[in-house]
């Protein structure tokens, strides 16, 4: 019996070319579940705004 390849691994982190609004979105996202506090929102929001 042959070995089955593997597909090439896709990378975890989110792509580049994610827009401005997608990133907004899942950041709000995961506000909204309790998955980050406030701060951690306000904090990731300026990251955001200051690479547009």
Not at 27 to 48: A, P, S
Request: charged content about 25%.
């Amino acid at each position: 019996m042959g070995m089955m390849e593997e597909a090439a691994p896709q990378p975890a982190a989110q792509p580049a070319q994610e827009s401005f609004e997608q990133r907004a979105k899942k950041i709000k996202f995961l506000l909204d579940n309790g998955m980050i506090t406030q701060e951690q929102y306000q904090e990731k929001l300026t990251q955001l705004m200051s690479e547009i």
